[in-house]
């Protein structure tokens, strides 16, 4: 009952604080709704990046990769702080002299419209099939592992992942449709806090529990016993081997961080260049303790679970397992809050490329005007829509073989690099025409399903990313070369927003290059897990 308790008064307190912060904010233009009336500050955008990374896929499915396999997984964390630096110095820029409310603008300056409008078509198809039924699944397992509403209500497990799947998604949906990106962003920075104190009592009450009441003894056990779980460096047979951190996998964060429109809305939001720069620096700085809450606590696991049927459960059984009860409850808040940001932001973003990238233009080739408020109510019916169909999707989930985090990356593929491909030598190049782009595109996508459906190459689907991402950027080379563009782009700063940059950028850059570089080596043969 007090885990209960302390689950409700944290939630209505997130909900309340970010009613209060939003309260008369005007949500009747494209600006205020989907882009917080460019205003957001550097710690609003910062928290709120942090949050909507970690969301319970992460939290589940990376412990239960250090279950079964190491701490290799960890990988994703740490080239992300590199991503970061990467996105923040030379992408972000450009996206804020551009004037961009959505990422695939750029395209539409840089191409043309129809380039704009297939990438936002395959964003919105990764995230109703890819990004949005994963948090809805994830969040419900969160919930039944750690207050095993199956057995107190007598209900099967599927059963109670359909119902905490609508409960979610319900929930989400109302703070997207009627708070727009600001509510989500609040919420987000006051669920960023309480993620970051919660997260780290779970592998401190973790180590006491493994040690008999002693953090010491439990600490020590867990860097002298099972130390293969302690290698950062993947083997080849890994679930992510050592190799994949200069191939694929930094180009699916860059994509990631650099592309993905429910990632760069928060920055695409920011009142300046600096804001944006140094919110992205607070992200960086928060990714630095990730393996803290998303690796350690599947090493405590090794100490407590020997024979775990679902090992996607292996996290929330912990929290139930480990902490006090009232800790429970706000942990049980900060999964479900986690599970709302990565939603709701899914749909925010989906509307609001579907809207601006597609529904718009349909009417101003037909010779028709929009206004705002119209816009903004036809937006909200599309999210109901796309809400409903990601929680039918989400249940099925449960039937899908194999780890659960390394599923969401693989599936990822699809959608991921071949849309930083196509934007990377948008930014590069200035003859590679719109033809170049299109048949680059088609290419990738096709020889990435041959190779994940039909064929077994032997090849790490990160390595078959890399692959196909030289490829694909020398056909687009070609074009230009061949059949380049009659007017070269030229960039325009349209001054929606100041871009003088952050001024301490570079040294918090090479800060959290060194900390990257030291957490490798402590998670290596040459370390603890020597």
Known sequence: MLAVTTFILFTLLVAYVSYRKTKGEALNTSDGYFLGGRSLGWFVIGGSLFLTNMSANNFIGENEQVYIDSVAVMAWGMTSILSLIIVSEFILPIYLRNGSVTTPDFLEDRFDPSIKKWISIIFLVGYVINMMPPVLYAGAVAFNGM?????????????????????????????????????????????????????????????????????????????????????AIGKPDSPVPFSTLFTGMLLVNLNYWGTEQYIMQRVLGAKNLAAGQKGIALASVLKVISPILLN?????????????????????????DVMPEYLTGFMAAIIF??????????????????????????????????????????????????????????????????????????????????????????????KVPPIGAKVALIFFITCYALTQLIFDTGLHFLHIMAILFVTSTIIMLLFGKFYPMKVPYQPIDKKLVDIRPWKYRHIVSFILVLIVIAAYIFFSPLGVAS
Do not use: C
């Open 147 to 231: 207050f095993d509403l199956s057995g107190v209500f007598g209900l099967s497990n599927w059963a109670t992942i359909w119902i905490l799947v609508w409960s979610i998604g319900i929930v989400g949906s109302i703070y997207a449709i009627f708070g727009g990106l600001k509510a989500i962003a609040v919420s987000d920075a006051i669920n960023g806090i309480g993620l970051v104190i919660g997260g780290l009592l779970v592998p401190f009450f973790g180590l006491l529990y493994i040690g008999d009441g002693s953090f010491s003894v439990g600490l020590d056990m867990i860097l002298t016993q099972n130390t293969e779980h302690l290698n």
């Open 296 to 320: 350690i606590p599947g090493l405590i696991a090794l100490h407590i679970y020997f024979n775990i049927e679902n090992t996607a459960e292996i996290y929330p059984r912990l929290i139930g």
């Open 337 to 430: 809050g986690a599970a709302l940001t990565t939603f709701n932001s899914g749909l925010n973003s989906s509307s609001t490329l579907f809207m601006l990238n597609i529904y718009k233009p349909y009417l101003k080739h037909k010779n028709k005007e929009i206004a705002d408020v119209s816009l903004i109510k036809k937006s909200k019916y599309l999210q109901v829509f796309l809400a409903m169909t990601a929680m039918f999707i989400a249940p099925f989930i449960a039937f899908v073989d194999g780890g659960f985090f390394d599923y969401i990356q693989k599936v990822a593929g699809f959608f991921s690099v071949p849309i930083f491909t196509i934007l990377f030598v948008g930014f590069i190049t200035k």
